[in-house]
């Protein structure tokens, strides 16, 4: 994930001051933690509002 986040930096699909590398952990981790709601019960539509709302803090619309 890194690799392509690297390359949307290069495409001018991310500003310069954004940081690849720290961009693709956030994303291993929302990953990851949505294991535990889902565990615990948390239905698809709540998981996939959370994959939303991560995604939408990767990339902010300006």
Same mark, same amino acid.
């Given at each position: 994930? %890194?690799?392509?986040?690297?390359? #949307? /930096? /290069?495409?001018?699909?991310?500003?310069?001051?954004?940081?690849? #590398?720290?961009?693709? /952990? =956030? %994303?291993?981790?929302?990953? =990851?933690?949505? %294991? +535990?709601? #889902?565990?615990?019960? #948390?239905?698809?539509?709540?998981?996939?509002?959370? +994959?939303?709302?991560?995604?939408?803090?990767?990339?902010?619309? %300006?």
């Amino acid at each position: 994930m %890194t690799t392509r986040l690297e390359q #949307a /930096r /290069r495409d001018g699909d991310l500003g310069p001051g954004e940081n690849p #590398a720290a961009m693709a /952990r =956030h %994303t291993w981790m929302l990953r =990851h933690g949505l %294991t +535990v709601p #889902a565990c615990d019960g #948390a239905t698809r539509d709540e998981l996939e509002e959370s +994959v939303r709302r991560g995604i939408a803090g990767l990339f902010p619309r %300006t």
